[in-house]
Each structure stands twice: as structure tokens, then as C-alpha cells.
């Protein structure tokens, strides 16, 4: 499945983002879809997924402020980001994987592909 990010920007403290993940080649449907995000010089960190069957997880430097959600019909997946932070400021990812087990749910590693990234940046 090929995947593409969109929806960074440039927001302030306080602010809101919506970012989408539009998948192409095959249905979503049966897979793990993840957000990851990466600043420079930190390896890449699990931000939240939701697995085929509905299931949902954050990290918890986000609970009660991002929301993962997908449609299915239009095979997308989407990142509602609130009351973000400075610390927020990163380039997320898009990831999907099959058959990931839930111990591994929060490992780049078991995702099979990756969109481009995109940046947001959060200003204080």
C-alpha cells in the first residue's frame, strides 16, 4: 500500500492541526495504521494507531489531545492534533502494517510502509 501524508504546517501554542494519510494500491481495511513523528537526531516515535479491528492507542505524551480516526471508504487515515505544544514540533509519518501483534504496535519496525512525512511546526 502507498501512502501520503498531508496537513503540516506552521501552528502556535494552543493551536490545531488535522493530518491525513490517504493510502492508494489497497483497501485499509485489515491493517494496523500508525502516526510516527521524528525530530533530527531522535530516532522515530510512536504517536498513536488504530488497529483493524477499531482498537486505538496513543502514546501518552498526547492522550486527551490527538485523535486518530480512519474511513475506511476513502482510505484515509487521519491525526486530529489540539492544544498542541512546542515539543510537538516534528516531521510525522504514516505507517501501515499487517499482522502486527499488539506487543509491537509501538515499533516502527513492524510497519510495512511509510509515507513521505510531514512537517509541523508548533511556535510558543
Known amino acids: 500500500v502507498q501512502l501520503q501524508a498531508s496537513g503540516g504546517g506552521l501552528v502556535q501554542a494552543g493551536g490545531s492541526l488535522i493530518l491525513s494519510c490517504a493510502a492508494s494500491?489497497?483497501?485499509?481495511?485489515?491493517?494496523?495504521m500508525g502516526w510516527f513523528r521524528q525530530t533530527p537526531g531522535k530516532e522515530r516515535e510512536f504517536v498513536a494507531a488504530t488497529r483493524w479491528n477499531s482498537y486505538i492507542y496513543y502514546a501518552d505524551s498526547v492522550e486527551g489531545r490527538f485523535t486518530i480516526s480512519r474511513d475506511s471508504a476513502r482510505s484515509t487515515v487521519y491525526l486530529q492534533m489540539n492544544l498542541l505544544k512546542p515539543e510537538d514540533t516534528a516531521v510525522y509519518y504514516c505507517a501501515a502494517g499487517n499482522n502486527i501483534i499488539l506487543s509491537r504496535i509501538r515499533v516502527p519496525q513492524a510497519y510495512d510502509s511509510w509515507g513521505q512525512g510531514t512537517l509541523v511546526t508548533v511556535s510558543s
Open positions: 494500491g489497497r483497501t485499509i481495511n485489515g491493517y494496523t
